[in-house]
């Protein structure tokens, strides 16, 4: 038998206009989910989505830097990261 646990409980305080913006919506609960989901897979992966590198993420960001470049795309002008030892994959079909 699987033992399945208790959904828990988290509570956060919101400003004034949040709340009322959250208001309208039929299930505050179940969109707070998404849009915390949503936004922890689009979170950079190496800071975590707190904007900011340790010190140590730094000197490993560093040395990943030196054989990788950051460039902006052609075609959607979101920036990305090449390697200098390959080439650039396509990942626009057009």
């Known amino acids: 038998m699987t033992s399945k646990r208790k959904a828990e409980v988290i509570t956060f305080k919101v400003d ?4 009322h913006a959250l208001e309208g919506l039929p299930n505050r609960s179940e969109f707070i989910r998404a849009a ?9 992966p190496l800071c975590r989505g707190i904007g900011i ?11 990943f ?3 990788h470049q950051i460039h902006e795309c052609d ?9 200098d030892h390959n080439s650039e994959p396509i990942v626009h079909n057009d």
Not at 54 to 61: I, Y
């Open 16 to 19: 004034e206009a949040l709340a």
């Open 36 to 44: 915390i989901l949503n936004a922890l897979d689009n979170a950079c």
């Open 53 to 63: 590198l340790t010190p140590n993420q730094k000197r490993h960001w560093e040395a």
């Open 65 to 67: 830097a030196k054989h």
């Open 75 to 83: 075609e959607c002008h979101e920036f990305h990261i090449t390697c």
